[in-house]
């Protein structure tokens, strides 16, 4: 029999404890939660659980990003400028707003002031769930989500997750990589590959050829980036990013998985994603993808704004809609919360019946959060 502090173990062969986002460290097992659930799994079978890593959340949000003040069209602030501007705060309910200049007539020919943030950690590989309530949209807007390598770019890749311009409705997803990174066109993804001027897709994810324009994916549904959006009470974007694949989702709000509510996100039930970049013609991703920050970035205006504007079907010109401060209300980011976890590979296969499944997935677990009563354990369950 097991020990008396191993008794919930032995409730059902599917059943174990677990505590939604349970950190790596963390030595409690809380909470049921159904195997099924829980357990996500590689191509060759072996299966694998996601542990909550970092959060970014309420007050404390912007500890941990670094503030952008470099050189751009976009006249982005320092951190005590973008807070005392009201650019970015935090609402009593916890949501966190990043936002441009609403309040400010500009003169013909200045910038309108905006935030860029970036993530003080750096990671490779892992799962990035995004909670907001809004996106910035609005004519003479190009907001901006994304994961960015360090040093030279594009020699350390960039994932754009979210981005759009203007009253677009429909969100882009991006790779920008060094050259030797390639979409494949048979991997199945809901999305369109974005066409070259000839008609055909564009495969190449180089980012220094093509007007550094990367390989882009176009999302199919109206509910992923704009005024659409935010009317359905937004949603989540998720990003997974592992030796297998990096692949995108995004759910409005009356959408989004349970476990991802439950803070214990699966993946492999999600569907067929959005977005979808295989190694096969990118590999290793290891050499692409590598030290990657979380930014936040391009509220108002930028390159593609600028010059796209002409055709957007907005009024007037992008100098004079900058002027106005009324034109960008909508221009912030309103943010629930985002969490990055990372993957923890279970030995042995957890069956979906039979005893041999409970044995390996309490095992497993033992091994894991108590390495020092391993052996007493697994003696037990032979009992």
Aim: aromatic content about 14%; hydrophobic content about 35%.
């Amino acid at each position: 029999m097991l020990p008396s502090f191993l008794d919930p173990w032995s409730e059902s062969l599917n059943s174990l404890w677990w505590e939604p986002g349970l950190n790596a460290s963390d030595t409690k097992l809380l909470g049921k939660r159904q195997s099924s659930g829980a357990f996500d799994h590689n191509p060759n079978g072996s299966e694998f659980l996601w542990i909550l890593e970092d959060t970014y959340q309420g007050e404390t949000f912007f500890d941990r990003w670094d503030f952008f003040t470099g050189t751009d069209p976009t006249n982005y602030q320092d951190r005590n400028s973008s807070f005392a501007k009201g650019l970015v705060y935090v609402e009593n309910n916890g949501k966190v707003v990043m936002r441009g200049d609403n309040y400010t007539w500009l003169a013909a020919g200045v910038n309108r002031a905006s935030v860029r943030i970036s993530s003080v950690p750096q990671y490779n590989t892992g799962l990035f769930i995004l909670d907001l309530d809004r996106v910035p949209w609005g004519c003479a807007t190009w907001p901006a989500y994304w994961l960015l390598g360090n040093g030279q770019w594009p020699n350390s890749g960039e994932i754009d997750i979210i981005e759009g311009v203007h009253d677009n409705s429909h969100n882009q997803v991006t790779f920008h990589t060094k050259a030797g990174c390639y979409l494949d066109p048979s991997v199945n993804m809901t999305g369109t590959i974005e066409q070259n001027s000839n008609g055909t897709d564009n495969l190449v994810c180089d980012g220094t050829v093509n007007d550094n324009s990367g390989c882009a994916v176009i999302e199919w549904s109206r509910a992923s980036y704009g005024e659409y959006f935010e009317s359905q009470g937004g949603g989540v974007f998720a990003t997974k990013w592992d030796e297998n694949e990096i692949a995108t989702w995004s759910f409005y709000r009356a959408a989004i998985p349970q476990d991802i509510l439950a803070g214990t996100p699966n993946p492999s039930g999600w569907g067929t994603p959005a977005a979808k970049l295989v190694p096969n013609n990118c590999n290793p991703f290891s050499s692409f993808f590598i030290n990657m920050s979380i930014v936040f970035g391009g509220i108002t205006t930028g390159d593609w704004a600028g010059n796209s504007y002409a055709t957007s079907g907005c009024p007037g010109t992008c100098e004079q809609r900058l002027e106005d401060p009324s034109n960008f209300v909508n221009a912030s980011w309103i943010i629930n919360h985002l969490t990055v976890y990372s993957k923890q590979p279970i030995n042995g296969q957890i069956a979906s019946n039979g005893g041999s499944a409970s044995v390996f997935a309490q095992s497993t677990f033992a091994s894991i959060f108590y390495p020092s009563l391993l052996f007493g354990v697994a003696t037990s369950l032979f009992i």
